[in-house]
């Protein structure tokens, strides 16, 4: 049906085209690929009437992604909630906030979701049969789970330190789960000899120019849930830094198409100092990212040293006239304990790292007070439950009386007790 819509994928750098296949770099330079649109085709078949008619997920922008056909694959992803996040403005000292959740995204409780629809989908076209994916975390659960689904078979390579709760996450749904001695980008690099030696599509490597695309939805959504406009400010955290990007190249697009006007956002890139390539090439001023060899960060879903979107990442947030920023550890479990507290959202390390730093952009004066922004929560807290224990009470363990639990709030209300 889309089929129409796409002519081909295009290098970013020397704007060489090739034929839709399952590659991901140009062979003149080796840039990366992107899917390349017929925009005029887009906006006469497409506008917001249109759109708004549709079920509430992922595939209502179904024309701005490159399928051929209907998707096959996360028919049901997307379609999260933009929550208006008023106490926790008032606790960060701004007047309107927002929060794009997509903690709680179908079915694997993160934004990967999205891109993951968009690949094996574009993998079942290409007539793919065995998926896998490098993976921090939530890419493997999610690769796994809808590869289960949809009745394919899976190889997902994660670094062998990960949290058991992201590799449980992922061997539930039968994937053939493979832990790897090593960072995510020695994990990344052995995919990509797998990946030519067996003709298995990885999502985040050789499909990556599909996958990519799935991320514009979190955009899109985020545009049409504000009444078809875009915000002042957008922070979003990065680990290959793809997602930034892809928000404004979605704002950009509704634009092209002609749904919104002309976006005027600015955007803001969060990572854990722990692992800061992007946030320190921004803050630094240079030219490309220096990447970091061992990454050490609870938030192990942004832990890649060496990003492959990172020059792309720090380009959008410059032109943007944004910034960027890290937080420590204890930042993100902080952070993450506020935004529970005063939202009722838990969300993962990730989130942390983004609260917290929106946090700091906030005090900075780098984010004005007065000016509308949006929160990028993109991953779910239970499956990081361990990282943020040190920054809870524990209960307290009475027995099962009255008078002590009345005790327990004479205690509680005493002013002795600090
Ligand atoms: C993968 C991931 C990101 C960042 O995605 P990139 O597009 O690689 O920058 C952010 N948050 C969570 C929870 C993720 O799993
Ligand atoms: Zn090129």
Not at 102 to 117: E, G, I, M, Q, Y
Not at 190 to 198: G, R, V
Not at 370 to 397: R, S
């Amino acid at each position: 049906m889309s089929s129409t819509f796409v002519r081909g994928l295009k290098c970013r750098l020397c704007g060489q085209t090739y034929p839709i296949s399952a590659t991901n770099f140009c062979t003149e330079d080796f840039g990366p690929l992107e899917v390349d649109y017929d925009y005029e085709a887009i906006a006469d078949a497409l506008d917001r009437s249109k759109i708004e008619l549709r079920p509430f997920n992922m595939w209502r922008y179904q024309e701005l992604l490159p399928l051929d056909g209907e998707p096959t694959v996360g028919r049901q992803v997307g379609g999260t909630p933009l929550v208006r996040a008023d106490r926790l403005a008032r606790e960060l000292g701004v007047d309107t906030l927002w929060i794009k959740n997509d903690a709680v995204n179908f079915p694997t409780l993160s934004f990967k979701d999205r891109v993951v629809a968009v690949a094996l989908s574009k993998a079942r076209e290409l007539g793919l049969t065995t998926v896998g994916c490098a993976s921090t975390g939530n890419l493997a659960n999610s690769v796994a789970a809808n590869a289960a689904a949809a009745g394919l078979e899976s190889y997902i390579l994660v670094p062998s330190d990960l949290e058991r709760s992201k590799i449980l996450g992922t061997s539930v749904f039968g994937a053939k789960v493979i832990g790897i001695r090593g960072t995510y980008d020695e994990v990344n690099r052995l995919c990509t000899q797998i990946a030519f030696k067996y003709g298995w599509g990885f999502v985040n490597i050789n499909l990556r120019p599909f996958y990519a695309e799935g991320s514009k939805t979190f955009g899109f959504e985020m545009a049409e849930q504000l009444g078809w406009r875009t915000p002042r400010h957008v922070v979003c955290p990065m680990a290959g830094g793809s997602l930034i990007g892809k928000i404004q190249k979605a704002f950009n697009e509704l634009h092209r198409i002609g749904s919104i006007e002309k976006p005027e956002c600015k955007f803001y890139g969060a990572q854990p100092a722990g692992c800061n390539p992007i946030s320190a090439m921004v803050k630094n001023g240079w030219d490309s990212h220096r990447p970091v060899r061992k990454p050490n960060t609870i938030a192990k879903s942004l832990a890649i040293g060496d990003p492959a979107d990172g020059y792309f990442a720090a380009k959008v947030i410059r032109d943007s006239g944004g910034w960027a920023e890290d937080v420590t550890d204890r930042e993100i479990a902080e952070a993450m304990a506020l935004l529970g507290r005063t939202e009722g959202i838990f969300a993962e390390t990730a989130g942390g790292v983004t609260i917290a730093v929106t946090q700091k952009l906030i005090e900075q004066g780098r984010i004005p007070r007065d000016e509308e922004i949006v929160v990028c929560i993109t991953g779910n807290g239970l499956k990081t439950q361990d990282a943020v224990a040190d920054c809870l009470e524990e209960p307290a363990v009475i027995a099962p009386s009255l008078e002590e639990f009345s005790g327990l709030l004479t205690e509680a209300a005493s002013p002795v007790l600090v």
